[in-house]
């Protein structure tokens, strides 16, 4: 089963010479000043693809950042809908403007890592809620990592507010490790591995019963 596991950073942090980070930079102000980043807004596309279209700079992270979850949820829900779509599609955008890039170029290097930071989009605990909004980013992360496995996709979870994790996001970017799928909660690391399912001592699954409630009867839809 898939389940979310403590697990230290354990690779030293590199040097990025230059990110291009689109949309929320509040968690990345903390890179070197060795490292050179351009933040361009996430609902400018043309300004997107010319940076991603630089031919002088040659950029070793791009960084897909969304938002404080107090920012989506000032939102009406259909508002939220729609900026769950154009998030995945500006992520698409993002791969298919690096993919032609890189087919200008012969395929030449190895070409930037693709990380997608969300803001409490994801369960460590089936207590926490989420940001909606900002959910749907893991879905096309799993597909990218079959589809386009040399961008190296990742997907890092944040506090839903604040900036406690600020640091370790920064780190975690320095040392690019091989986890795909990084959650950080107040600088604690955790990582979504494929761990051995609870059994019970006689070897079998353990079963976990879920009690749903649902009036078919009622006046709205379910």
Do not use: M
Not at 23 to 33: F, H, N, T, V
Not at 110 to 116: A, D, F, K, T, V
Not at 149 to 168: F, M, Q, Y
Request: overall charge negative; glycine content about 8%.
């Amino acid at each position: 089963t898939l389940d979310w596991e403590p697990g230290a950073l354990e690779r030293p942090a590199g040097s990025r010479g230059a990110v291009l980070v689109v949309g929320d930079d509040e968690l990345l102000s903390g890179l070197p000043d060795t490292t050179y980043r351009e933040v361009v807004p996430a609902d400018d596309p043309e300004r997107i693809r010319n940076a991603l279209a630089r031919s002088d700079i040659a950029w070793d992270a791009v960084v897909l950042a969304c938002p404080p979850r107090a920012v989506d949820e000032a939102l009406t829900d259909e508002e939220q809908l729609k900026l769950a779509q154009s998030r995945t599609l500006l992520a698409a955008d993002i791969v298919k403007a690096l993919s032609e890039h890189r087919a200008d170029h012969s395929g030449a290097g190895i070409g930037p890592r693709l990380w997608i930071v969300t803001r409490g989009a994801q369960q460590l605990d089936s207590r926490d809620r989420v940001t909606l909004a900002q959910a749907e980013l893991r879905g096309i992360v799993r597909v990218l990592l079959f589809e386009h496995p040399e961008l190296k996709p990742t997907i890092v979870d944040v506090d839903a507010e604040g900036t406690g994790s600020a640091p370790a996001l920064v780190a975690e970017l320095l040392a690019a490790p091989d986890d795909d799928e990084v959650a950080l909660r107040n600088g604690h690391r955790s990582v979504n591995r494929l761990v051995p399912a609870p059994t019970t001592a006689a070897g079998e699954l353990v079963v976990e019963p879920h009690l749903r409630v649902v009036n078919v009867g009622g006046d709205v839809a379910f």
